[in-house]
């Protein structure tokens, strides 16, 4: 809910149907956010390079292998290939899979979660929201998603942000890697780190503030990476680390209540699963977008911290 704007109960109003309509792409839009909307990216490799995305082994001080982590994109254009035969020896030999969300196929309970959460009636337009200098780049973004100004006045600044940051994405969330190595794990243990809930609860609990800023790091973002909006994905397939690093910590996220909410708070909330799994013998394969995994408040440094071993793997 918005902070300071609006104190209502929110488990007593119905979501507008136009809200329920964006659910599933927002929810894409919320998991890609932190590499899609964060950076515009450097190029890392050409049409032809072979696919190298970020996976990693996890070894015990003894060197036993405990389990993998694998950094992951949430959309990707048809037709992409990505799978290596590092990963594919992940999927086959770990024990159980550990995502962000389990249940992505859940598409009426996640537009009943994300009408609850990102609905609230009598608020400012959005174009009140931004600051003037911005106000054109907004109403470019507002006509390319299909979002008149009447209808902002029901939409927390937080989903705003996550409808217009899809405006440029590259890819559907249909061939997202989670997805398909979900599928892979079919009849095996699927364990979810966060939820679709939690995940836009994430967006929905930031102040009021925070969530402004957000709005205009994506409205600015957008316009910047608009020339080259695939530049990222190039990045991800080549793991090319140090522009993932970057788009972790730079644009939305060089911002330090949206970094610290967005991605620290949740690296360290997973560990502890993480963890636990890897003691109990279940060797995980842990996939999650891959700006949780680089950079020093990555998962890597952190399982790192714990004891662990970790190789990348090529």
Request: net charge negative; charged share 25%; hydrophobic share 45%.
């Amino acid at each position: 809910m918005i902070r300071g704007i609006a104190n209502r109960n929110k488990g007593t109003r119905s979501a507008p149907t136009r809200l329920r309509v964006f659910a599933l792409a927002l929810l894409a839009a919320a998991q890609a956010f932190l590499l899609a909307a964060c950076s515009g990216g450097d190029e890392a490799t050409g049409p032809d390079a072979p696919a190298t995305p970020l996976i990693y082994e996890i070894a015990g001080p003894d060197g036993a292998v405990r389990g993998w982590l694998f950094g992951t994109i949430h959309a990707l254009p048809d037709g992409t290939r990505w799978r290596t035969p590092a990963i594919e020896r992940a999927i086959e030999e770990a024990g159980m899979l550990m995502v962000e969300i389990a249940d992505l196929e859940d598409r009426a309970g996640i537009a009943a979660t994300f009408g609850e959460l990102a609905a609230t009636p009598d608020l400012p337009p959005l174009s009140q929201r931004i600051v003037p200098g911005l106000r054109s780049e907004l109403s470019t973004l507002m006509d390319e998603a299909g979002i008149s100004e009447r209808e902002t006045t029901r939409i927390e600044t937080w989903a705003a942000a996550l409808m217009l940051a899809r405006v440029q994405a590259d890819g559907s969330a249909a061939n997202g890697v989670d997805r398909a190595v979900i599928a892979d794990f079919a009849g095996r243990d699927v364990r979810e780190l966060e939820g679709a809930r939690a995940q836009l609860a994430i967006f929905d609990r930031l102040t009021e503030e925070d969530q402004r800023d957000l709005l205009r790091e994506v409205v600015a973002g957008t316009v910047e990476i608009g020339a080259d909006p695939a530049a990222l994905r190039r990045a991800w397939l080549a793991g090319d680390e140090a522009a993932l690093v970057e788009a972790a910590t730079s644009g939305i996220l060089a911002d330090p209540g949206l970094h610290e909410a967005l991605l620290a708070e949740r690296n360290r909330a997973w560990l502890g699963p993480v963890v636990t799994e890897l003691e109990s013998g279940a060797r995980p394969l842990v996939a999650v977008g891959a700006a949780h995994v680089v950079g020093p408040e990555g998962l890597v440094g952190l399982i790192e911290a714990e004891g662990y071993r970790v190789r990348r793997l090529r």
